[in-house]
């Protein structure tokens, strides 16, 4: 008799029951009853009414808070069952797109339903414009780390060069009087952090995770010293920047809800979105983005056929301070105007986590941005209408969404394969 060994090529593999289709299917299932038998009792009779505008006094559309919660609901779990019986693959984003909105829509039917007269009505247009403004440094950030990682450096001081950057940009524009040199001001400053990273992971060979937390460390550190040093004695001549200009583009402005929140925006959104779209086609379109690729992946490979690995790491991460730098700018030159001990408040954490839920890919670091950047502004929304939500849980929400996409919607992701693996040649 012969035995048959696991090496035989002719002995089938077992085919698992729970992959990971089916458990993000179940998984949207559950949610969507949940959402149904939950948020249907609890939601009133009032109408739920969403309006494109960027107030509440523009058209509106609405529907009954109990029946729209109990519908969604059912939607998203419809959802869930078509992932869980197998669809192909083309519709899993579609399907999973549309069970969070079905879910997040039967929520807000309960919370809208709920509020008093008056505010139980939703702008979509300052919403859409709140959740684009809140993801700009997201963006950045995380093309930061894609333009890092993909080249096979694990960049964790995204935190600290939005640091540097937001510095940089109080001090240079409050200096010059200008909010340009600001800009260059906290591009120099991400790119600071991003060449000590450059240097002590690619020449020294130092763990790429503890060298990005200790660098965060001294970013934090070094701005707090030189903020008690140099801006706490002097505010006005130190750390009172202008704010960015807004450009208002014609015509296409005026286009309703998009308009306004793509076309009559400032430098950190016009540069966000070019910035997709230029890393995205160099990645893609480009020899650049091959050889980074292939540095990312297979550095031994890519040194024999006369690709130089260690430069190109070298480039990549100092760009990649550039762009982190400027969304640091973000904090003190749009957001406030003025520079505070510790203000990105973990955003270059986020932004890290934004990267891994879109895949080390610039258009899913886009949308999964944008998906925090909801999170945050569904936030600020239910405490103007009163949610009976405590403020503390709303405040939770950018964190809370955090955890679920990279630990449940995100399922397994393959990081590039050298990432955080120095590259000796010869070795």
Known sequence: MTSTTVDDPTVAE??????????????????????????GPLATERQARITLAETVAGTSVGITGTVGAVLFGLIAAAAGVAIFVGVPRRW??????????????????????????????????DVARTTLLLALPLILGSLAGVLCERSGVINVAIEGQFLMG???????????????????????????????????????????????????????????????????????????????????????????????????????????????????????????GLRTRAVGEHPTAADTVGVKVLAL??????????????????FTLWSTTNFNLGMTNGAGFIALAAMIFGRWTPIGALLASLFFGFSSALAFFLGAIASPIPSQFLNMLPYVATIIAVAGLVGRVRAPAADGRPYVKGQ
């Open 166 to 288: 937001a510095f940089g940009a109080a001090l240079g524009a409050t200096v010059a009087g200008t909010v340009w040199v600001g800009l260059i001001a906290a591009a120099i400053g991400g790119l600071v952090i991003a060449a000590m990273l450059a240097v002590l992971a690619i020449r020294y060979l130092v763990d790429q995770v503890v060298l990005g937390i200790v660098l965060n460390v001294f970013a934090l550190g070094l701005t707090g010293f030189l903020y008690k040093q140099i801006m706490a004695h002097d505010q006005t001549a130190y750390n009172q920047p202008s704010r960015v200009p807004t450009w208002d583009i014609p015509v296409l402005s005026d286009i309703p809800l998009l308009g306004p929140v793509l076309f009559r925006a400032n430098v950190f959104t016009y540069g966000a979105l070019a910035l997709v779209v230029i890393v995205h086609f160099g990645l893609t379109r480009t020899r650049w």
């Open 92 to 125: 899993f984003a579609v399907l999973v797109g549309l069970g969070i909105v079905a879910v997040v829509l039967a929520f807000l039917c309960w919370q809208i339903s709920q509020a008093p007269e008056g505010r139980n009505i939703m702008p979509l247009g």
């Open 14 to 39: 077992p085919v698992r029951f729970w992959t990971r289709q089916r458990r993000v299917g179940l998984g949207f299932a559950i949610a969507g009853v949940l959402a149904a038998s939950i948020f």
């Open 313 to 330: 790491r070298y480039r990549n991460v100092l760009l990649a301070g550039l762009v982190a730098g400027f969304g640091g700018a973000y």
